[in-house]
């Protein structure tokens, strides 16, 4: 049972736009940032959003982070074949005193 | 730019420890403006924090894990490790290392992952 709270599953067709939830407590994304990480099959994350809507450089302006209060949302406009993956939102706990995780979201592109 | 590359035994036995190591190239682990950290994904399920720790030595660890888990530091190799006590079967996983950086507020993020390494507890 992961302590962030996300949709098992969700999907879309090519072009669309889709969003991915996140849901946390007070200790966590209600007082620290969240960051959304994309896994490919068998690779490694790669960092997608880091402090709540912030891209790296290299990644595309279709991916957006957002927060309000104890949940926050990726949202995946334009959505292309290769945008198919494994998403994972994360952030601090101050309770826990680490770092923690959703369950994942993996996104199928129809 | 900087790589992680995590290198240990594949295959550990129940009871024993694992051990693992990440080698950092690239960039220096004795920087102050990073912390370091180890992260565990089991076959089909998702991410767990293990642990980071700091140049300096200063650890965290994951509170589920903390009776079992040392990570430790060395600079002069530019390398950080993980050891496990007494695993089972619910400690295989594929094993990532990675760097923390924090942004103009403070705040940390994980933004560079080593490509991973699989670790099987089996007799």
């Known amino acids: 049972q992961s302590v962030l709270t996300q949709p098992p599953s969700a999907s879309g067709t090519p072009g669309q736009r889709v969003s991915i939830s996140c849901s946390g407590s007070?200790?966590?994304?209600?007082?620290?940032?969240v960051n959304w990480y994309q896994q490919l099959p068998g690779t490694a994350p790669k960092l997608l959003i880091y402090?709540?809507?912030q891209r790296p450089s290299g990644v595309p302006d279709r991916f957006s982070g957002s927060k309000s209060g104890t949940s926050a949302s990726l949202a995946i406009s334009g959505l292309q074949s290769e945008d198919e993956a494994d998403y994972y939102c994360?952030?601090?706990?101050?309770?826990?005193?680490?770092?923690?995780f959703g369950g994942g979201t993996r996104l199928t592109v129809l | 730019q900087l790589q992680l590359q995590e290198s240990g035994p594949g295959l550990v036995k129940p009871s024993e420890t694992l051990s693992l190591t990440c080698t950092v190239s690239?960039?220096?682990?004795?920087?102050?403006?990073?912390?370091w950290g180890w992260i565990r994904q089991p076959p089909g399920k998702g991410l767990e924090w293990i642990g980071t720790?700091?140049?300096?030595?200063?650890?965290y660890y994951n509170p589920s894990l903390k009776s079992r888990v040392t990570i430790s530091i060395d600079t002069s190799k530019n390398q950080f490790s993980l050891k496990l006590t007494s695993v089972t079967a619910a400690d295989t996983a594929v094993y990532y290392c990675?760097?923390?950086?924090?942004?103009?507020?403070?705040?940390?993020?994980?933004?560079?992952w080593g490509q991973g390494t699989l670790v099987t507890v089996s007799s």
């Open positions: 990675a760097r923390v950086s924090y942004d103009s507020d403070g705040y940390y993020f994980i933004d560079y």
């Open positions: 690239g960039g220096s682990i004795s920087s102050s403006s990073y912390y």
């Open positions: 720790i700091y140049y300096s030595g200063s650890t």
């Open positions: 007070s200790s966590n994304i209600g007082s620290n940032t």
């Open positions: 402090s709540n809507n």
């Open positions: 994360a952030t601090w706990d101050d309770s826990l005193n680490g770092w923690v």
